[in-house]
Nanobody, 126 residues
Framework: QVKLVESGGGLVQAGGSLRLSCVASGGTFSSYATAWFRQAPRKEREFVAAITWTAGARSYADSVKGRFTISRADGGTMVFLQMDNLQPEDTAVYYC???????????????????WGQGIQVTVSS
């Protein structure tokens, strides 16, 4: 069973930076894409960024392009989200996800998966 554990969240002022980490275990990740999602209070979960197993392709939500960078290491068992120029609207619980699907499908509204981390809070003050 895939296990995902996030770390690195916290409180930061607008314009600041944070780096989220996700450690994956319990699966064969040779065919897994990995992604970050977020959910703000009273809002639906939304796609943030995804990266393929080979790190050859990345996908970003329009709202974070140019500010966030997704990367992975250690054979795909660690995934990072570097978040720069954070804004109050980035405040949310951020979730790590991994699954054997095309990264394009992760960005679709109906995307479903059984593999989620517990979530980590990111709060950006104005």
């Amino acid at each position: 069973q895939v296990k995902l554990v996030e770390s690195g969240g916290g409180l930061v002022q607008a314009g600041g930076s944070l780096r989220l980490s996700c450690v994956a275990s319990g699966g064969t990740f040779s065919s897994y894409a990995t992604a970050w999602f977020r959910q703000a209070p009273r809002k639906e979960r939304e796609f943030v960024a995804a990266i393929t197993w080979t790190a050859g392709a990345r996908s970003y939500a329009d709202s974070v392009k140019g500010r966030f960078t997704i990367s992975r290491a250690d054979g795909g068992t660690m995934v990072f989200l570097q978040m720069d120029n954070l804004q109050p609207e980035d405040t949310a619980v951020y979730y790590c996800n991994a699954d054997s699907v095309p990264i394009a499908s992760m960005a679709t509204r109906g995307y479903e998966s059984h593999n989620w981390g517990q979530g980590i809070q990111v709060t950006v003050s104005s």
